[in-house]
Every structure is written in C-alpha cells, then in structure tokens.
C-alpha cells in the first residue's frame, strides 16, 4: 500500500512484504515507526499487529495498543481495511505454550502463502506473536526474517525493556532458525531527537503530525519518562525507527554475524556456539532514517490539502 504520491517509483523487484508488531501504546516512538512504514514505497505492508508491554502501566496493553494504531490510521484518512491485528495480551508462560492470536495468525498465513517476495516482521516490542507463530506452525522458520528492537548492548547483555516483557519468546525465536536482525539497546538509543527538532518538523504537518508531536510530550511528563536517565526534556529517543531505516538499507557494514545467544533471568547473553548466526546491528544511520521520515511526512501533509 503507498499513501503517497511520489515523483519516482520503487522497482517491483525491490517490494518486500512487511508485517509491524508494535506496542503502540507503551509510550512515544512507536507512532513514529508505524507513520514511517506507512509512508514508505517499498513496503507492501500486509497488518499492524498490536502488541502487549506488560501489565506495570495499565492491565489492557494489548487492546490500548490495538487502539492507538486504529487512532493512527484514522488520523492519517487512511482505509483501515482489515490491516489491524490483536496479538496476545500477554506473554508465554514457557517456551513450549503459544499464546494464539489474530497476529500470530497472521505472520503464519504470510509465511505460509505463494508470494514470492520476501517477508519482514519487524518487532518494536516483544516477541510473543512470533514465538506464538513458530510454536503453532514451525514451517515458517525459513520464511521470513524478523527485525527485532531489544536487547542489552553486548556483549554482557542486561535489563532490556523489550526483552523483560517476553524472556521466553526471545529465547524460543533466537535459539530457532529464523533468521533475526537484532537492534540492541545501544543501537536503538542512537536515534536521539530534539523536541525543538520535533516541534520544527513534525507538528506542522496536518493532523498526524500534531498528534505525533503532543502525544510523545504528554508522555515524557509521566513519571516513567522522568524517571528516564536520557530524556532529560529537550530530547527523545526514536528508538523503533530503526525498523524502518534497516528496511530501507540495510546497513551491510554495520553489523556482526553472532551465534544468536541465549538470555539468563536476569537478561544477560550466554554464548551459544551451536545456534544459527543473527545479525547483531552495532550502528545505525538515525541522519539517514530521520529525514526520509521528515521528507516523507511533509510531502504526504502537502498532497493531502
């Protein structure tokens, strides 16, 4: 799907499917990453799964993430169009037991289908619905790739957001044979933005943009956002767009080929030599990623007047 009219054309050949499992609601970047994937030519973007973050800050996470994506696509006038998927509502109690869902569902069906381009699933929080996926349909583990926000910096590891919300998903999927992209903590925080930069260049921009700029500082007043060592209230972390930039170029040097590690219960990596190499990113290009979004949303809040 392309929600923009733009003066070039993505060649077929370089289409990819994607599928974006996000905790929308967890706090304020994820709406980011999900504005840029829509914006975004290349994609054929087949759902938006709405992903749990725990039960720490409300008791619904999945079903508020479920409504922060529907708020998203309305807000932009775009057709919802069955592309809104519920994942679990919480995480795997073990490594042998789904959760099933709509979103597991989905990622099962897209791996599973005669398109012959390839498949992303990229994860801006935890892993449930693609561990759910593997466990009720293992065929799918060489038929896809997934993109993964989470982790501690290596090669120690440690508390990791994304991790804590589904240790044993993140165990089931690195000790599978999917292939996995991994943007740890380290990397993700390389996406740092000024929320005069934001205020510049993103709440201009129609009715998206306002929001995506009011809704990320309401949320850095809550207390979980005070609370936080780099947000100090002149900057940000965008740290899901990196999904969308790695989508985009893949940033073949800035990446080590790892024997996906297991994770010990207090989030650090154990080496495991006998699993299959991940990509473990160790830079992104936040100039890169952050202006195509900013150059994408203006052309998109231009052609809608």
């Known amino acids: 799907m392309n929600y923009n009219q733009y003066a070039f054309t993505v060649p077929k050949e370089q289409m990819i499917r994607v599928i974006t499992n996000t905790d929308a609601k967890n706090e304020g970047d994820d709406q980011y990453a999900i504005v840029h994937t829509l914006l975004s030519p290349r994609f054929d973007n087949r759902g938006f799964i709405a992903a749990h973050f725990g039960d720490a800050k409300t008791k619904t996470s999945m079903e508020d993430s479920y409504k922060e994506i529907e708020t998203i696509f309305d807000l932009m006038s775009i057709p919802k169009n069955g592309l809104i998927f519920r994942g679990a509502t919480h995480s795997l109690k073990d490594e042998t037991t789904p959760v099933p869902s709509e979103g597991a569902e989905l990622i099962i069906r897209e791996a599973l289908s005669d398109d012959p381009r390839p498949l992303f ?11 759910s996926a593997l466990l009720m349909e293992p065929r799918i583990a060489d038929k896809l790739t ?3 926000i989470g982790g ?11 991790l804590h ?7 089931l999927v690195f000790k599978s044979k999917v292939p996995v992209w991994q943007v740890p903590r380290d990397v993700y925080q390389q996406v740092i933005v000024s929320i005069a930069e934001l205020e510049h260049r993103v709440r201009p921009h129609r009715e998206i943009g306002k929001y995506l700029f009011d809704q990320l500082v309401e949320y850095g007043q809550s207390v979980h956002a005070i609370r936080s060592s780099y947000r100090t209230g002149e900057c940000w972390c965008l740290g899901d767009s990196p999904v969308v930039g790695l989508l985009l170029f893949e940033h073949a040097y800035h990446y080590d080929l790892v024997p996906a590690p297991q994770f010990t219960d207090d989030y650090k990596y154990i080496e495991s030599p006998d699993n299959r190499p991940i990509r473990v990113y160790k830079h992104i290009d936040s100039r890169f990623i952050m202006e195509d979004f900013y150059a994408k949303l203006a052309l998109f809040a231009e052609k809608r007047k």
Do not use: Q, S
């Open 121 to 131: 699933v990229t994860f801006l929080g935890p892993l449930t619905d693609m561990a």
């Open 165 to 171: 919300n589904d240790i044993h998903a993140a165990n």
């Open 152 to 162: 501690g910096a290596y090669p120690n590891g440690g508390p990791e957001y994304n």
């Open 146 to 148: 997934v993109i993964w």
